[in-house]
């Protein structure tokens, strides 16, 4: 009786203040879109849970708002299109939030699909019609659920092949025929391997994903996919099969020529759940009673490349009905120790093909293919004409030597070269599908005769982050610095984020990662990406507190400290991304490690919290000729982290915490500037990097700050106005001078085209970021090619700066719930264009001068207020839409300084003019 009692107020509270059924309403201004659950859109196989669900709000009228939702979701899109939450309805909640609602209504069951949409009011308290629908469905919850065993064929480990002095052991296939004598109603695959797997049902590949599962510390996690594979089963004859190849399982990984970093025998995990029209289920999991074999692909490794022998192709092997009675039982693993869970970020897949811009013949019979871009990925090659068992050799290159054939010697050991042995058979098509590299140009030797443009195509690779970010301006130079950032960006993202896509490497190097997050949340949707790759660096997090140089951790090489601004990526990724999207849970989730990481750096110090005796550091990585002392980059890295665990500590509601770690960033900033820092300002070193860090991590008051600005100027000016910071400078670099007032010594640095600069690379046919700012130079030639990448996103962390400067978009608080618009016009520039699809919508800025007169347009997305700032000689006399910009709708003038005017708007598009001295 008591709980019929404690209900009955709740259904007459949804009866009063919920739009039935049907009933027609006066429909608000809002309008909700872009629904997605853990941040991707209708995801399938999550394992949260408690799903967060976010949604964005648009609408043509200025200065909405949200000001309440309601989520339905169901387990039928009956019920969702009859307006019934059998599986949650939240009511009317009076809220502004979009992003990170967390599901809070029935337990989910494994396999269970969920179907969902929203609905929004507006300022005037009217609903808006439902969102379309979304959807995500939920993995394999359980240990229990899983049916499937671990198989593989280990036999081809004592029978490898031999290619060009390598012995590397083939891919194995697998396979299983079934028969359903039922209809069915919906199927779902679920698969994992040891390894990397492609899985395949009736002759037909399942997805579209490359290099399944993903990179991952195997030892500790594994990762699996969950596809809907309903339309490629049938009632009858069946056969489920798959691929497996080595990867980053057991492969060569990183530098050292070392194999087997997690295991030598691959494995795959699969299981099938067919749901039947009159409800019973069917399962068909991996174990003792499928087949294996290997077959035409004849090696598969992501360094050495792959080799297909389309001799050996087996039609149908994949497909019903096929004999495989000349195939051996499969090997079985039981269970693993590992977690198995569903993998949290976004898939690789491929991008629009690249095809040739010249193909040229530096040597007899060694045809080179110019793609005309840096790229990851493979080459897609088609011949004509070949003999049967004639091999066709593709090597690949980012570089060209000055006699026109490829330079590969920055490769260092890594043999990035393909080859497919003809069938004889006509027209013939081949693509790899186990490996990836680095590479503009493309070699083809053994070709039948002459190859045309359509002999070979670039197949780009790279995990699936939605492009956020746009840029254009009148100068084309920083065009093509935006595309070539954008281009390393998409490069270096396969699964994690590389250092560079081509040698042999291609490791997660934490300090690039922490100098580049905050530049590739703003060109891409990389929520999920880092969600993923932070749990990564979690798994590597040592004993002792500290954060490895790279992740995923592996067992041979790269292991230990990374020092100081490598380690500190445990801190400043997981509040980079809270920051950007608002994403607390990720807050939550990493906090505690953050904080140990912290504590253990100040272990380490003596008393006086200065650093050890001994440490490892990398230093101001790739400078020119101008070493930071280590000392002062531990020391401006150990001040910054504490000062963002205290941000994160308030973030979370710690306030202890909090008061603990901002304590401790004063105390090493006061020991930093007794130590390291004259009372003329000289930071130690007395290096752009060390002025930098220590005006960006604000460890300079007073006179001493100013001493230390203007010292830092001197440095450039005597360097000829260029830079000669390395990795962990330039990006601090450009935002100090914007911090400090000198937009026009930043301006200057980044549309130069002297050495070192952005522009020298561009000016020299770069179509990505170098590594290094000398990878190559008139005068030398190719640097050291034991670390030459010429697609390395470190110095690309300068959209950050181009972003929030030129562009003038900069979040205040988390998640770009408010925001700061201020562009700084400057150097050659008459006009930019810049925008952002942040988590709750597009914001845009297109500006230009022409004489005194200066006009802004502004994108603020529903939801969203922003204080923008307009240069301006007469503040007040500040336009918007023709009439004085105070007495427009939404716009409210807060501040009439000197030269600028200063506006608080909510959502909406305004077009501001100004008149700004010449």
Known sequence: MRRTLRSAPVCLSLALCLPLPGAALAQGALRAAHLRAESKVDPLGIDVLEPRLSWIVESDRRAERQTAYRVLVASSAEALGEDRGDLWDSGKVASDETTGVAYAG????????????????????????????????????????????????????????????????????????????????????????????????????????????????????????????????????????????????????????????????????????????????????????????????????????????????????????????????????PRIAALVQAHPGPPVRELEPLRPVAITEPAKGRFVFDLGQNFAGVARLRVRGAASGQEITLRHAEVLNPDGTIYTTNLRSARATDRYIAAGRGEETWEPRFTFHGFRYVEVSGYPGRPGEDAVAGIPLSSTTPAAGSFRCSNPMLDKLFSNISWTQRMNFIDVPTDCPQRDERLGWTGDAQIYIRAACMIADTQAFYTKWLADLADAQRADGSFPMVAPLKSKGVSGDGGPAWADAGVICPWTVYDVYGDRRVLERHYEGMRR??????????????????????????????????????????????????????????????????????????????????????????????????????????????????????????????????????????????????????????????????????????????????????????????????AHYSFGAVYQWICENVGGIRTEGPGFKRLTIRPRPGGSLSWARTSYRSIRGEVATDWSQQGAVFRLSVTVPANVTAVVHVPAVDPKAVLEGGKPASEAEGVRLVEAGEGEAVFEVGSGPYELTSRIAR
Not at 682 to 696: C, E, F, K, P
Request: glycine share 10%.
């Open 597 to 790: 990481y912290v504590e253990f750096t100040r272990k380490r110090c003596n008393p006086e919290l200065l650093p050890p005796d001994k440490f490892h550091c990398f230093g101001d990585w790739l400078n020119i000729g101008d070493n930071t002392p280590t000392d002062v980059i531990f020391m401006a890295y150990f001040a910054h982290s504490a000062a963002l665990v205290a941000r994160a500590a308030e973030a979370l509601g710690k306030p202890g915490d909090a008061q603990e770690m901002r304590g401790l960033f004063e105390r090493v900033r006061e020991s930093f500037a007794v130590a390291y820092v004259s009372p003329e300002g000289r930071v130690q070193g007395d290096t752009q990097t060390g002025y930098a860090l220590a005006l960006q991590f604000d460890l300079l008051d007073g006179e001493r700050r100013e001493r230390a600005a203007r010292r830092l100027i001197e440095l450039i000016e005597g360097k000829g106005w260029r830079l000669s910071t390395g990795f962990i400078g330039t990006k601090d670099l450009m935002l100090v001078l914007s911090r400090i007032g000198r937009e026009d010594v930043a301006f200057r640095l980044l549309e130069s085209t002297a050495f070192p600069s952005w522009g020298f690379s561009i000016q020299h046919g770069a179509t990505t970021i170098w590594e290094r700012w000398d990878g190559w130079t008139p005068e030398k030639g190719f640097q050291d090619a034991g670390m030459n990448s010429f």
């Open 106 to 333: 029935k337990p989910l069951a494994s396999g269970q699909l969920c179907r969902w949409k929203v609905m929004v009011w507006d300022r005037d308290g009217r609903p808006s019609a439902w969102s379309a629908p979304a959807l995500w469905s939920m993995g394999l919850l359980r240990a229990e659920d899983w049916k499937a065993a671990w198989i593989g064929f280990d036999r081809p480990l004592a029978e490898k092949v031999s290619v060009a002095s390598l012995r590397l052991p083939p891919p194995r296939y697998l396979r299983k025929g079934f028969s359903l004598t039922k209809p069915v109603r919906r199927a779902t695959a679920y698969a994992s391997a040891l390894g990397l797997y492609e899985l395949r049902l009736n002759g037909r590949r399942v997805g579209n994903d490359w290099f399944t599962p993903g990179w991952t510390d195997y030892d500790k996690r594994v990762y699996y996919q969950t596809y809907d594979v309903t339309g490629l089963v049938q009632q009858g004859d069946n056969a489920v099969a798959a691929v497996i190849a080595d990867g980053w399982y057991a492969g060569y990984l990183g530098f050292g020529g070392e194999r087997d970093h997690y295991g030598t025998r691959i494995r795959l995990l699969a299981q099938l759940e067919i749901e039947h029209a009159d409800g019973s289920k069917t399962v068909v999991a991996s174990g003792p009673d499928w087949k294996a074999s290997t077959g035409p692909l004849l090696e598969a490794d992501f360094l050495m490349g792959e080799a297909f022998d389309a001799r050996r192709a087996m039609p149908g092997w994949d497909d019903a009905g096929f004999d495989d009675a000349g195939w051996s039982a499969a090997d079985v693993t």
